[in-house]
Every structure is written in C-alpha cells, then in structure tokens.
C-alpha cells in the first residue's frame, strides 16, 4: 500500500451560490474515484483526474472520518508516525472538513463534527477501551510564510499578539535520530476530549489566518 494517499472531497454549492444560480464546475464520480473538471462551461475540453478516494458533496462528516482517517489513527495507536493534513484553495472546505463543528465537549460528536473531534475521540476511546495507563500531549503551531509560532505559547508570550510582528518564531531542528523537532515548542498534558477542544479552540483564535476568516464574516 502506497505511504501517501490522495482524498479529494468536493463541496457543495452553498445557499448564496445556489441563489446566484452558479454551477458547479467540478463533478464527481466516487465509484470510479474521479473528478472530471468542467472546462466545457467555457468551452474547452473537460478534464478528468484520478485519486485514491473521491467525495462527492453529498459526502458527510463522518463517511470521510471512517473510511480515510480512522484506518491511518490506528495506525499510529501501533506506533506509526502519520501525518493528515488538508489542501485546497480558498473556500474550498479545509477548515470544515478538518474542523467542522467541535463545540461540544460531551457526549455524541455533532454530525457536522470534522476529523481532528473524531480523531481526538477516537484516540480517547481506544485508549480507555485498553484500559492501559498513557499520558497525551497537544502541541499546536502555525506555518505561515516559512515561520513557526506556537498556539499554545504560555500567556507571557501572548502579549506578543499585541504586536504581530515582535511575535517569537521558533525553529525546525532534526532531532538526530531521523526526525525533527520544534525547539521550545508547549507541551501541554491532557486527560479528555474536552480538554483537547479547548486548546483547539483557544489556539485557533490566535492564528494568523484567522484574521482573513474574521474579515471575511465581518465584511
Ligand atoms: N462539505 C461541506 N458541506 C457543507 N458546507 C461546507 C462543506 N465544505 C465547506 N463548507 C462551507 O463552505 C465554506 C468554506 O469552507 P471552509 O471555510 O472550510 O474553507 P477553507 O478551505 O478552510 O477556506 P480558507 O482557506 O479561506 O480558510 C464554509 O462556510 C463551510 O461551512
């Protein structure tokens, strides 16, 4: 089995695009796990392009948690390093598909729920259905223009937000044993799902792109 596969999922037209009556200029076929791209709404030849795995719009939250991430966060349960991360332009869905919904902290996931909820229940339940003994910690960082800055940093460097551009960076470093490593970067201890959306939560507030996602509601 190949180590990188390809997901692509498809969105649907929103309410605001279905109004203005804009049509969608991708189409999907799961089954055959293509996406062909609609050049013919402006008269050029279609294009059609193969995945491992294709989503159509009516996809839902969990179908794309079951079948591509849950199998790769067993995977890891195992001791395997795995990465997961989504691509897209923007608009496209990254933050929904990743995100989604993760307000409760209790009981069952929302539907709409992404993947990073439902891994970090996952994770949870499995760990608790062993009933071994385990601690877990939760680094969250932003890339963004080739710097590194810690979501998590304690509220001393929070000041720094004041003034973006005094903010610390950190550095990529190997770690000398075929890996890399983040010098300086928090660690922070957790015992629940809820604690894990917390920080998700607060650190998603301090990113930078951030800001576009508030400009674009404020608009
Ligand atoms: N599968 C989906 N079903 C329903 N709504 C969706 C779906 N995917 C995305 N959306 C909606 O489309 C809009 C854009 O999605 P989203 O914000 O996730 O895009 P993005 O790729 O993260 O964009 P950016 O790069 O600008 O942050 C949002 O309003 C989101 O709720």
Do not use: W
């Amino acid at each position: 089995e190949a180590n990188v596969q390809v997901v692509l999922r498809c969105r649907p037209l929103s309410v605001e695009e279905q109004k203005a009556n804009v049509q969608s200029a991708v189409s999907c076929n799961d089954t055959k796990r293509e996406v062909t791209v609609l050049n013919s709404l402006f008269k050029q030849a279609d294009k059609t392009f193969t995945f491992d795995t294709v989503f159509g719009p009516k996809s839902q939250q969990r179908a794309i948690y079951d079948h591509a991430v849950a199998p790769i966060v067993d995977d890891v349960l195992e001791g395997y390093n795995c990465t997961v991360f989504a691509f897209g332009q923007t608009g496209t869905g990254k933050t929904y598909t990743m995100e989604g919904e993760m307000m409760q902290q209790v009981g069952e996931l929302p539907t709409s729920a992404g993947v990073m909820p439902r891994a970090v229940r996952h994770i949870f339940d499995i760990l608790e259905a062993q009933k071994a003994d385990y601690s877990m910690k939760v680094t969250f960082l932003e890339l963004y223009n080739e710097e590194i800055t810690d979501l998590l940093a304690s509220e001393d460097q929070s000041r720094f937000l004041e003034d973006r551009h005094k903010r610390p960076t950190l550095s990529l470093m190997e770690d000398g044993k075929g890996g890399s490593v983040i010098r300086g970067l928090e660690e922070i201890v957790v015992y629940s799902p809820g604690e894990i959306y917390s920080l998700l939560q607060h650190g998603s507030t301090r990113r930078r792109t951030a800001d576009t996602a508030l400009n674009m509601q404020s608009r």
